[in-house]
Nanobody, 124 residues
Framework: QVQLVESGGGLVQAGGSLRLSCAAS????????MGWFRQAPGKARDPVAR????????NVTNSVKGRFTISRDNAKNTVYLEMNNLKPEDTATYYC?????????????????WGKGTLVTVSP
């Protein structure tokens, strides 16, 4: 069992930056691939970024490529999402996700564990 708690969301102006953190419980954190998804009101929960257990492999969705970076610190049981040059269309609730399979973090349907989410609002 893995419990995930996100933090770092808030209100920011367009062009600004935020850093989301996701703290995970459990001694097996380093064996899980981790990811971030986001969901805007009335829309599906979409993948944003994922990282494998060691941090060697990462993937970010095209709409945030060059602006968002995912990283992890296995010693701290924490995964991060650094978000720069934020745009109003980035406004959403951001969810941390954990899965035993890196590939499954490309689709919300297959995710093993979810956090409760943190709201990011980007004003024009």
């Amino acid at each position: 069992q893995v419990q995930l708690v996100e933090s770092g969301g808030g209100l920011v102006q367009a062009g600004g930056s935020l850093r989301l953190s996701c703290a995970a419980s459990g001694r097996t954190f380093s064996t899980y691939a981790m990811g971030w998804f986001r969901q805007a009101p009335g829309k599906a929960r979409d993948p944003v970024a994922r990282i494998n257990w060691s941090g060697d492999w990462t993937n970010v969705t095209n709409s945030v490529k060059g602006r968002f970076t995912i990283s992890r610190d296995n010693a701290k049981n924490t995964v991060y999402l650094e978000m720069n040059n934020l745009k109003p269309e980035d406004t959403a609730t951001y969810y941390c996700a954990a899965d035993s399979a890196y590939a499954e973090l490309a689709n919300a349907y297959y995710v093993d564990y979810w956090g409760k989410g943190t709201l990011v609002t980007v004003s024009p």
